[in-house]
T-cell receptor, first 114, second 113 residues
Framework: DGGITQSPKYLFRKEGQNVTLSCEQN?????MYWYRQDPGQGLRLIYY???????QKGDIAEGYSVSREKKESFPLTVTSAQKNPTAFYLC?????????????FGEGSRLTVL | AQSVAQPEDQVNVAEGNPLTVKCTYS??????LFWYVQYPNRGLQFLLK??????LVKGSYGFEAEFNKSQTSFHLKKPSALVSDSALYFC???????????FGKGNQVVVIP
């Protein structure tokens, strides 16, 4: 079945360590997104990519990095520069057209910094 | 910038009663509006969208939403709530300049048996 796969589902990290969250989609979507979810704050956009080898910063990109070397993959690295990385991270993809373009989400990755 | 507001943090409703989750929007140009639902520790699931056409939009799981241009609202409704409808509901608007979706902060819906 087509969909978005995020891994790992749960991740624990010590302060000062970088971690990479995986996001893979087989929907043939051009656009991919990373959101961060904190209780009571909704979803905040970290990075998005509308095409391979190109990506843009979202509203809270500081302390994060991404790459888009393949259409199917959009990994997110949470670096040690991110001051408060404990959160639920959601990857999404969409057809890159403004008149349609609902997002399809993965099941999320919960990162806890110890 | 496009934005949506969900004024209530939590909505409590008895099972079998009508459910309404409120959303107002602020856009320049035509609004593209969406509703999503999230169950605990899961990703978001698409419920419905308004792009153009009829003001009453029907979606998944018996939900519908009414687009009201004069009130800049896009409230989500269900005629008869189920306990399984208890979840977090997000309203979102697409920014037609950069295709990004801006989400509201979410509404927790609790359906009481």
């Amino acid at each position: 079945d087509g969909g978005i796969t995020q891994s790992p589902k749960y991740l624990f990290r010590k302060e000062g360590q970088n971690v990479t969250l995986s996001c893979e989609q087989n929907l043939n979507h051009d656009a991919m997104y990373w959101y961060r979810q904190d209780p009571g704050q909704g979803l905040r956009l970290i990075y998005y990519s509308q095409i391979v080898n190109d990506f843009q910063k979202g509203d809270i990109a500081e302390g994060y990095s991404v790459s888009r070397e393949k259409k199917e993959s959009f990994p997110l690295t949470v670096t040690s520069a991110q001051k408060n990385p404990t959160a639920f991270y959601l990857c999404a993809s969409s057809i890159d057209r403004p008149d349609t373009g609902e997002l399809f989400f993965g099941e999320g990755s919960r990162l806890t910094v110890l | 910038a496009q934005s949506v507001a969900q004024p209530e943090d939590q909505v409590n409703v008895a099972e079998g009663n009508p459910l309404t989750v409120k959303c107002t929007y602020s856009v320049s140009g035509n609004p593209y509006l969406f509703w999503y639902v999230q169950y605990p520790n899961r990703g978001l699931q698409f419920l419905l969208k308004y792009i153009t056409g009829d003001n009453l939009v029907k979606g998944s799981y018996g939900f519908e939403a009414e687009f009201n241009k004069s009130q800049t609202s896009f409230h989500l409704k269900k005629p008869s709530a189920l306990v399984s409808d208890s979840a977090l509901y997000f309203c979102a608007v697409r920014d037609t300049w950069n295709n990004r979706l801006a989400f509201g902060k979410g509404n927790q819906v609790v359906v009481i048996p």
